[in-house]
Every structure is written in structure tokens, then in C-alpha cells.
């Protein structure tokens, strides 16, 4: 990198002489790491490639893309040149697009929620998510946001370069009430005893608002960069029926107000009607699932410029068929039935008033994470390829921006193809705007995943 000196001599002639004098001192004393700092950041010039940027309704062909460091410097034609000592990869005609965001995942929970209750503990669970991280970057996915069960020791290993994984954001640990969906530990638990969960930091159970207020702040404290609420009944869960409401107005706005303070938002986990609008007259910006809303509460979020986070796979496909579910109760399983039986419809009416939408697959249990790209197949029922795509890349990357001065990567935008943002960058063989679907068999068509500028898997030779 150029010192500010040599700016300087540049600027002003005058002063030339004294201030070399001044650099060339001032460099005899630097540390050693200091003064052998390389005068160029190194790059990677993608040649023949047909971008798609993030946002477009379609390719741009033959295309070059230069990456330095960790940003993407320019996008131009074949005369498109880098530094004699850049990576060149030659994309072969493949297609090049922003790497995939799930932004709904839980990576501590890759074992049924009882054997976690009385087996496991934050090791095990960690080692296990760090399989989970690598499975996911290896499928194209650059970025998760691990919505409830956030762990933010996690988070600051992946940033520091010490373990390998996608982009982290997380909600810290996800706030319910008592008998809420994060209320998992036993059914014979005295009052008040905290869970194996809550134990390790992953839940938080909180009754009235200065509890939850409490909560919100030890979450901004561990890193959460937004605030996952749990505001109605789930599946999954044991105490909380679909029907139920688990948080009070007075909660809610409390848990708005503390992230708001920091000058993020909520998401809150609704599926039913009530529990969805409960949460937006009180200030909730985001909705997670919402499978079992009224039409008027979907045209009310297109209206009011709310977004919705789907889980198409869970909600029409897996739950179709519940019973397979490792470590589900029949009472889960009359739940998801109900889901299901529900799903194919909200979705009709999301397309039909076109609620902002971002996805996330949800697909939590070790069976479901190696299928995490199938999620995008299953929403070809009711999208376009190309809004499927931009639900996993730039209008995820949009939400992630928002959560404002808790966002932990602020040095370019996210889910773009663009000059100055983030160099997370897929090589995919075939044209995904034509059929998202291609990139489910991630082994033939996924053939270059770069995260930051970096190289994490290259299958191209
Ligand atoms: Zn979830």
C-alpha cells in the first residue's frame, strides 16, 4: 500500500526532498512487518465468464471480473487486464454469480433437540457445526445467519481465519417465554431451572419486558448482529401449540426498542395470524415462516413493506411427510401437517402481492443440511428463477446491511456482482436464471467457491 508521505511529495513538489528524507527515516524505524508490507493487494481475473450480478433479470456474457484482495475491483470485456502476477481462472463460458446466503439456519442443532437436552455439550456441538460450515461453502453458500442458537464464539473463529465456514451473522441466543418454542428443556423441569440450551448461552427464556430488554443487550454484547423473538406457536417444540401467542405486546416492543437502540431490528418467529400482526403493531420489521397468515396479513406486509423470510422446503416439502423427521413427537407431526396444509397457499399470495422477500432454508437436523439447495428447486412452484436467485443473494444482502452498525462486514455490499463489493463469488457450469435447480448438484455444477477474495473450493481442473 502507498504511504501517506509519498501521497504527500506527489501533492506538493515543493516539500519533495524533505519529506522523502522523512519517509525513508521513518521507514528505517517501522517494524519489519510493517515496512514489508506488499505495495499491491492480490488478484484474481476471471476470464470468460457470463456474470450474473446479483440484481439483473439476466447474463451478461463474456465477461472479465478482477478481484483484489477481498472486493471485486472491476468488471469489463476481454481487455480487462490484471497485475503480471494475478490467479487468472479461466471461467470457460460458466457463469459467475454472488455467492448463495441461507439466511436461516441453526448449526448447534444438528441433533434431534431432546439428545441434545441430555447428550451433548457446546464442544461437541461446535465440532459438529464446523462440518456443517464447510458442507455449506462447498455447496456455494457464502454467507448463513444463524437465527436462533447463534454462537458467537463461532463467529469470531471464522473471522479471525481460524476455522473455515461462509460468512456468520447471528441472532446470539433466541429469545422466547417460558412455554415458548425455545423452552425445550424437560417436560418434568422444576420452575425456572434452566435447560441444557439456555446453559450454553444458545436460548434465553424471559418473562416481561425488562427481562427481554436484558436480553436483547447480552445478545449485542456476544455479537448479534439482529434479534430473533419467538412471538408464536412452532412445530418442533413441545409446550407451544400452533395457535398459541407467546409473547405479550408489552415484550415485544420492549425486545423492538432495546435492538432498535443499536440500531438493528427483529425478526420474530410467527406462524400464525395473530401472532404475525401482535408483532407488526408493535414494531417488527421481519417475519420468519408465517405459514398459517390470513391473505389480508400478506397484502398488509406488501403494503407495509415488511419482509418475509421463507422456508419453502420445510414448510411444502418436508413437512409433507413428517414422520421422517428424526426426533419428532406425533405431536410435531400433526403440527407440520398443518403447516403444510396451509403453505402452498401463503405462498400463492406472496408472489400475488409481492411481499419483500429473502430465504432461508431452516434446515437445521445433519439429514437436511446436505440438501440445503434444494430449497431453491422447491420455490420454482411459485418464483421466477431469477427472483429465486436474488432471494438468496442481494435481497438477503440487503437485510444483512440493515442491521446497521452491528453488521460485521461493512467494507461492500454482500450478493452483488459489483465493483467494491465483497469478492464471495460462485463459478456455476449452465445458466441458473434459466433453472435455479442446477445448483442442487453442487459436485458437477458448482465448481469455484471464493469467500473474501480466497479460493475455498476449485473443481475446475
Ligand atoms: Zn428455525
Known amino acids: 500500500m502507498m504511504s501517506h508521505s509519498a501521497d504527500i511529495t506527489k501533492a506538493i513538489p515543493g516539500v519533495a526532498g524533505l519529506m522523502s528524507s522523512i519517509a525513508v527515516a521513518a521507514l528505517l524505524f517501522m517494524p519489519s512487518s510493517v515496512a514489508q508490507e506488499p505495495e499491491q493487494l492480490p488478484q484474481t481475473l476471471f476470464t470468460n465468464v457470463n456474470v450474473w450480478d446479483g440484481t439483473s433479470d439476466g447474463l451478461s456474457e463474456n465477461q472479465r471480473v478482477l478481484v483484489e484482495g477481498n472486493l471485486v475491483k472491476t468488471i469489463g470485456d476481454e481487455t480487462l487486464e490484471a497485475n503480471a502476477d494475478a490467479t487468472v481462472v479461466d471461467g470457460g463460458g460458466r457463469t459467475l454469480m454472488p455467492g448463495l446466503i441461507d439466511m436461516h439456519t441453526h448449526l448447534a442443532l444438528l441433533r434431534p433437540i431432546q439428545e441434545v437436552e441430555t447428550t451433548w455439550d457446546g464442544f461437541a456441538l461446535g465440532a459438529m457445526a464446523s462440518e456443517s460450515m464447510r458442507s455449506f461453502l462447498d455447496k456455494g453458500y457464502t454467507t448463513i445467519r444463524d437465527i436462533c442458537l447463534g454462537m458467537p464464539g463461532i463467529a469470531r473463529a471464522i473471522e479471525r481465519g481460524l476455522i473455515t465456514g461462509p460468512r456468520y451473522y447471528h441472532g446470539g441466543a433466541c429469545l422466547s417465554g417460558t412455554?415458548?418454542?425455545?423452552?425445550?428443556?424437560?417436560?418434568?423441569a422444576p420452575k425456572g431451572r434452566e435447560g441444557t440450551f439456555e446453559r450454553m448461552g444458545?436460548?434465553?427464556?424471559?418473562?416481561?419486558?425488562?427481562?427481554?430488554?436484558?436480553?436483547?443487550?447480552?445478545?449485542?454484547?456476544?455479537?448479534?448482529?439482529?434479534?430473533?423473538?419467538?412471538?408464536?406457536?412452532?412445530?418442533?417444540?413441545?409446550?407451544?401449540?400452533?395457535?398459541?401467542?407467546?409473547?405479550?405486546?408489552?415484550?415485544?416492543?420492549?425486545?423492538?426498542?432495546?435492538?432498535?437502540?443499536?440500531?438493528?431490528?427483529?425478526?420474530?418467529?410467527?406462524?400464525?395470524?395473530?401472532?404475525?400482526?401482535?408483532?407488526?403493531?408493535?414494531?417488527?420489521?421481519?417475519?420468519?415462516?408465517?405459514?398459517?397468515?390470513?391473505?389480508?396479513?400478506?397484502?398488509?406486509?406488501?403494503?407495509?413493506?415488511?419482509?418475509?423470510?421463507?422456508?419453502?422446503?420445510?414448510?411444502?416439502?418436508?413437512?409433507?411427510?413428517?414422520?421422517?423427521?428424526?426426533?419428532?413427537?406425533?405431536?410435531?407431526i400433526r403440527k407440520a401437517k398443518d403447516v403444510h396444509a396451509n403453505t402452498d397457499k401463503v405462498m400463492g399470495w406472496v408472489k400475488k402481492y409481492g411481499v419483500e422477500t429473502f430465504a432461508g432454508t431452516d434446515m437445521y437436523d445433519s439429514t437436511m443440511v446436505p440438501l440445503v439447495a434444494e430449497d431453491l428447486a422447491v420455490r420454482q412452484r411459485w418464483f421466477e428463477d431469477v427472483e429465486i436467485l436474488r432471494q438468496n443473494t442481494s435481497n438477503a444482502a440487503k437485510w444483512l446491511a440493515a442491521t446497521g452498525p452491528k453488521n460485521p462486514y461493512k467494507e461492500g455490499p454482500l450478493g452483488v456482482v459489483a465493483p467494491g463489493a465483497y469478492a464471495d463469488l460462485i463459478l456455476v457450469k449452465g445458466d441458473p436464471t434459466q433453472d435455479v435447480s442446477i445448483l442442487f448438484d453442487h459436485e458437477n455444477n458448482i465448481n469455484l467457491v471464493m469467500k473474501d477474495g480466497e479460493i475455498y473450493k476449485n473443481t475446475l481442473n
Not at 179 to 188: I, K, L
Open 202 to 332: 444458545l436460548v434465553s427464556i424471559n418473562n416481561g419486558p425488562d427481562e427481554y430488554r436484558e436480553a436483547v443487550r447480552w445478545n449485542m454484547r456476544n455479537g448479534a448482529s439482529v434479534i430473533k423473538l419467538f412471538v408464536g406457536g412452532g412445530v418442533a417444540s413441545q409446550f407451544d401449540p400452533l395457535e398459541s401467542v407467546t409473547a405479550t405486546a408489552e415484550e415485544i416492543r420492549a425486545v423492538v426498542e432495546a435492538a432498535e437502540g443499536f440500531g438493528t431490528y427483529v425478526c420474530v418467529h410467527a406462524f400464525n395470524d395473530k401472532s404475525v400482526n401482535l408483532a407488526l403493531d408493535n414494531g417488527v420489521r421481519c417475519v420468519e415462516h408465517g405459514f398459517l397468515m390470513e391473505e389480508a396479513t400478506v397484502q398488509r406486509m406488501a403494503e407495509e413493506g415488511q419482509v418475509l423470510s421463507l422456508q419453502a422446503w420445510i414448510g411444502y416439502k418436508s413437512f409433507a411427510k413428517p414422520e421422517e423427521i428424526t426426533g419428532f413427537t406425533a405431536e410435531s
Open 179 to 188: 412455554s415458548g418454542h425455545a423452552d425445550w428443556d424437560q417436560v418434568n
